[in-house]
């Protein structure tokens, strides 16, 4: 490369010659405005094959309300509005200034390629990077060589970044990390206003606060309010849930968490999930709802018991962290394990004493035994049914080797069970009961029918081994060939296989129930008629006594 030197001269002669050389060339392609450079030394040549000016010392160059400063440059003869500036170079326009080794600037374009150890300033952030392209008339910067970016109180690497001075949006893509006062931000393609504090993503976006772990594919996070709203297998791990959603939504300032589509909740205390379409979730309440086709899954011991309902409601104990809370279900409640099965119109499940209560309408199989009474609370022993109390008509039903039914009724009755298998039934106040006796498993021997105020019925694998009355009971054994179908069933008899709940039917899409259409009727008549005298009047029915223990009487079947 060779220069001709031209010589010193005075430093406003100078500063005339070189604006002289802006303003006698033919306008710069593309209309940019023309770019007016000073020096202390002028010196010609050429530079990548092309004529220029070579400016040294003090290198000023302005261009409308851009001034860029060096120690060097080249100014194009073919093109004044470029140059390649070398040394302490410094760009500054109102809002920001950028500096660099070296840079490449097109006047015409209003854009300058900025290379080696490259700082831009705004009253926002600083931004350092490698290299920088900077757009002046977009106040656009953007690099390629990753970039670090340093706020009041955040810092912010990334691979690539593009920052936007006039709207203040910063957005990046690949290996990027935000550090911030509330929250650590791990993603791929994310962007952040400097102004509003608001992270949007638009990649696998992982994010750490006091708040618990967040993970989506797209989203928004306000670094200030840490308001979330999350989009695309969204995830929130939190000290007691693992919460999982297409849509997942937390407002801090409620310590509110919403959940939509594909929903689950794991909790972080047990192996308990709950599933279903859309969840809420009340932090400080300690308190979460779910429904659309809500399911709860208990896992224990390789066998998992599944409970699904229209709703499903979970309460965390918020004075004990240390201990489960309760769950409640309400309308259409199915239960499926592999020995129990069960059906009911609401039902709570106090998870830290493993004890269900059923209500309304219960009905219960736990392998060939059928269970029903107006209420039932069961306890659970390492996920394994282990005790069942029936409050009020309670009825029991087996099943034998001959597909005959054993029956037992009365007021309350009392179940134990060992490995799942029931061992043993209380019954309390009214008791009837009605077995088969049978010779080996081929033939009945007789049906024996019995009353008592209280009985106890022991069992051998499902199959009745002997009852124990209490006061003197009313007991018969009917012979085969008198049995009528008629006496083979207590009043109340019923038997309900066919409503037994499969897996399948306990995890299967709910159907939103239609409401019923009011239906007109006449009025009623207003006269209401008088019962005779003497006649219909309400009896009164005497208090029982008190039952008097004495010794057991033993039935045993006949063998």
């Given at each position: 490369?060779?220069?001709?030197?031209?010589?010193?001269?005075?430093?406003?002669?100078?500063?005339?010659?070189?604006?002289?050389?802006?303003?006698?060339?033919?306008?710069?392609?593309?209309?940019?405005?023309?770019?007016?450079?000073?020096?202390?030394?002028?010196?010609?040549?050429?530079?990548?094959?092309?004529?220029?000016?070579?400016?040294?010392?003090?290198?000023?160059?302005?261009?409308?309300?851009?001034?860029?400063?060096?120690?060097?440059?080249?100014?194009?003869?073919?093109?004044?509005?470029?140059?390649?500036?070398?040394?302490?170079?410094?760009?500054?326009?109102p809002g920001m200034d950028a500096t660099s080794a070296t840079a490449s600037y097109d006047g015409?374009?209003?854009?300058?390629?900025?290379?080696?150890?490259?700082?831009?300033?705004?009253?926002?952030?600083?931004?350092?990077?490698?290299?920088?392209?900077?757009?002046?008339?977009?106040?656009?910067?953007?690099?390629?060589?990753?970039?670090?970016?340093?706020?009041?109180?955040?810092?912010?690497?990334?691979?690539?970044?593009?920052?936007?001075?006039?709207?203040?949006?910063?957005?990046?893509?690949?290996?990027?990390?935000?550090?911030?006062?509330?929250?650590?931000?791990?993603?791929?393609?994310?962007?952040?206003?400097?102004?509003?504090?608001?992270?949007?993503?638009?990649?696998?976006?992982?994010?750490?606060?006091?708040?618990?772990?967040?993970?989506?594919?797209?989203?928004?996070?306000?670094?200030?309010?840490?308001?979330?709203?999350?989009?695309?297998?969204?995830?929130?791990?939190?000290?007691?849930?693992?919460?999982?959603?297409?849509?997942?939504?937390?407002?801090?300032?409620?310590?509110?968490?919403?959940?939509?589509?594909?929903?689950?909740?794991?909790?972080?205390?047990?192996?308990?999930?709950?599933?279903?379409?859309?969840?809420?979730?009340?932090?400080?309440?300690?308190?979460?709802?779910?429904?659309?086709?809500?399911?709860?899954?208990?896992?224990?011991?390789?066998?998992?018991?599944?409970?699904?309902?229209?709703?499903?409601?979970?309460?965390?104990?918020?004075?004990?962290?240390?201990?489960?809370?309760?769950?409640?279900?309400?309308?259409?409640?199915?239960?499926?394990?592999?020995?129990?099965?069960?059906?009911?119109?609401?039902?709570?499940?106090?998870?830290?004493?493993?004890?269900?209560?059923?209500?309304?309408?219960?009905?219960?199989?736990?392998?060939?035994?059928?269970?029903?009474?107006?209420?039932?609370?069961?306890?659970?022993?390492?996920?394994?049914?282990?005790?069942?109390?029936?409050?009020?008509?309670?009825?029991?039903?087996?099943?034998?080797?001959?597909?005959?039914?054993?029956?037992?009724?009365?007021?309350?009755m009392t179940a134990r069970f060992a490995e799942g298998k029931i061992r043993r039934i209380d019954v309390n106040g009214n008791a009837e009961s009605l077995y088969f006796a049978?010779?080996?498993?081929?033939?009945?021997?007789?049906?024996?029918?019995?009353?008592?105020?209280?009985?106890?019925?022991?069992?051998?694998?499902?199959?009745?081994?002997?009852?124990?009355?209490?006061?003197?009971?009313?007991?018969?054994?009917?012979?085969?060939?008198?049995?009528?179908?008629?006496?083979?069933?207590?009043?109340?008899?019923?038997?309900?296989?066919?409503?037994?709940?499969?897996?399948?039917?306990?995890?299967?899409?709910?159907?939103?129930?239609?409401?019923?259409?009011?239906?007109?009727?006449?009025?009623?008549?207003?006269?209401?008629?008088?019962?005779?005298?003497?006649?219909?009047?309400?009896?009164?029915?005497?208090?029982?006594?008190?039952?008097?223990?004495?010794?057991?009487?033993?039935?045993?079947?006949?063998?």
């Amino acid at each position: 490369m060779k220069f001709t030197k031209i010589g010193l001269v005075s430093l406003f002669s100078l500063f005339s010659v070189i604006l002289a050389f802006g303003q006698g060339a033919p306008a710069p392609q593309g209309g940019g405005q023309p770019v007016e450079v000073s020096a202390n030394t002028l010196q010609s040549g050429r530079y990548n094959g092309e004529e220029v000016r070579r400016l040294l010392g003090n290198v000023v160059m302005r261009q409308g309300q851009t001034t860029l400063t060096s120690d060097s440059a080249y100014q194009y003869v073919s093109d004044r509005n470029k140059l390649e500036v070398f040394g302490n170079v410094h760009i500054t326009q109102p809002g920001m200034d950028a500096t660099s080794a070296t840079a490449s600037y097109d006047g015409t374009r209003r854009i300058a390629n900025m290379r080696g150890g490259v700082t831009l300033r705004d009253e926002q952030m600083t931004l350092t990077t490698p290299s920088l392209d900077y757009d002046l008339n977009a106040k656009r910067a953007y690099y390629t060589l990753a970039g670090n970016i340093v706020g009041p109180d955040y810092t912010i690497q990334s691979q690539l970044g593009t920052y936007t001075s006039e709207d203040k949006v910063l957005t990046f893509k690949k290996n990027i990390k935000y550090l911030g006062q509330n929250a650590e931000v791990v993603s791929d393609t994310m962007s952040y206003n400097t102004v509003t504090k608001v992270v949007e993503f638009f990649g696998p976006t992982t994010i750490k606060s006091p708040d618990g772990t967040l993970f989506a594919n797209r989203g928004t996070y306000n670094t200030v309010t840490r308001e979330s709203n999350f989009r695309g297998n969204a995830s929130i791990k939190t000290p007691d849930y693992l919460i999982r959603g297409e849509v997942l939504t937390y407002d801090k300032g409620k310590e509110y968490y919403t959940a939509s589509r594909n929903v689950s909740m794991t909790s972080i205390k047990d192996t308990t999930i709950i599933t279903g379409q859309t969840a809420l979730y009340w932090r400080a309440r300690g308190r979460a709802k779910v429904y659309g086709s809500p399911v709860m899954r208990s896992i224990a011991k390789r066998d998992t018991m599944y409970l699904s309902a229209d709703t499903l409601v979970s309460v965390e104990n918020v004075k004990d962290k240390t201990k489960k809370g309760k769950l409640y279900a309400y309308n259409d409640v199915r239960i499926f394990k592999s020995d129990l099965q069960g059906l009911c119109d609401s039902l709570t499940y106090d998870q830290n004493d493993s004890i269900i209560y059923m209500n309304r309408n219960p009905r219960l199989w736990a392998n060939k035994n059928q269970m029903t009474a107006d209420s039932v609370v069961m306890q659970l022993r390492g996920n394994t049914l282990d005790q069942m109390r029936m409050f009020g008509n309670a009825f029991a039903i087996s099943i034998d080797t001959l597909e005959n039914y054993n029956q037992v009724k009365g007021r309350n009755m009392t179940a134990r069970f060992a490995e799942g298998k029931i061992r043993r039934i209380d019954v309390n106040g009214n008791a009837e009961s009605l077995y088969f006796a049978l010779q080996g498993d081929t033939t009945t021997m007789g049906m024996n029918r019995a009353v008592s105020s209280d009985m106890r019925m022991m069992f051998k694998d499902g199959q009745v081994q002997y009852i124990t009355f209490l006061e003197q009971p009313d007991a018969k054994l009917i012979p085969p060939h008198e049995l009528e179908e008629p006496d083979t069933r207590l009043k109340g008899f019923v038997w309900r296989s066919d409503e037994k709940p499969t897996r399948a039917f306990v995890l299967a899409k709910r159907v939103p129930k239609k409401p019923k259409k009011k239906v007109s009727t006449p009025a009623a008549s207003t006269k209401s008629k008088q019962p005779a005298k003497g006649k219909d009047k309400p009896k009164t029915a005497p208090k029982p006594a008190k039952p008097v223990k004495k010794p057991l009487a033993t039935l045993k079947p006949a063998t």
